[in-house]
């Protein structure tokens, strides 16, 4: 039973009620391709990883702009940070249970509506000892609808991440340090915006670059404690909200 629009009380509830040895997450928007869950617990079996993710490919709509067509801005893969991945999505993934590090372990309530509650789930996660390894042919598609076919929303979505990973910084940060990282976000953003000059002519180097540069802005909001933005939990899904599956 999941009594409000809160993505983290539905993920939960999944947590609590399953007995399983492993517990997989996909979104409702998404369909899963035929060997999807096969290949997840193969690369589970291989590595030991507590957690592993898979591709998520977006399908876009015959009206969607070209240049997010071409770029494709949507799709979802993880990110390497010297030679692992430190943190993680829902929208594809396979959970060890028995791992210790995911042991107890829940989505943050306060979360639940500002999206990034998968992002804490994982960084937590991998912090405790747990490993995240990856299965690139555990493929699931999701069709962009036209309400996120637009640079406003994936602004949005940018600083949103922006804004959680500066708050996990944040977190174990002050001081001198605080400052540091304020800065070192700062130049980050500055230099995204410059380098959206001189390829102002190709929408989608110009656009990946602002968008980048949008992403370390909401950083600095992050690290100075401003409140994220909510994304889901709105009263439709034509209005960006978002449900687990």
């Known amino acids: 039973h999941c009594p409000a629009r809160n993505i983290s009380i539905a993920r939960n509830a999944c947590l609590d009620a399953s007995i399983a040895d492993f517990v997989a997450f996909i979104d409702d928007d998404e369909t899963a391709t035929p060997s999807w869950l096969a290949e997840l617990v193969a690369m589970a079996g291989a590595s030991g990883a507590a957690a592993v993710l898979g591709p998520v490919r977006a399908r876009y709509r015959p009206d969607a702009p070209d240049w997010m067509r071409r770029g494709d801005f949507h799709s979802t893969l993880p990110v390497w940070v010297r030679g692992e991945i430190q ?3 829902t929208c594809n993934v396979l959970l060890r249970m028995g791992s210790d590090s995911l042991r107890g372990r829940r989505f943050s309530l ?3 509506q500002t999206g990034g509650e998968d992002t804490e789930f994982f960084d937590q996660m991998h ?5 995240i390894a990856f299965s690139p042919e555990a493929w699931v598609n999701e069709v962009v609808p036209r309400s996120r076919a637009a640079f406003d929303w994936l602004g949005r979505r940018r600083f949103r991440v922006g804004q959680t990973h500066g708050h996990l910084l944040g977190s174990s940060a002050s001081g001198i340090g605080l400052v540091k990282q304020v800065g070192l976000a700062s130049a980050k953003a500055i ?3 410059a380098s959206a ?3 102002v002519v190709s929408p989608v180097r110009r656009n990946r670059s602002v968008l980048r540069g949008i992403m370390h802005v909401g950083v600095v909001s992050g690290l100075v404690g401003i409140r994220e933005i909510r994304l889901y939990g709105q009263p439709s899904p034509q209005e960006g909200g978002k449900r687990a599956a």
């Open 87 to 89: 943190t993680g999505y």
């Open 110 to 112: 306060a979360r639940g």
């Open 127 to 131: 912090k405790a000892g747990g490993r």
């Open 191 to 193: 230099y995204c915006f």
């Open 197 to 199: 000059l001189p390829v």
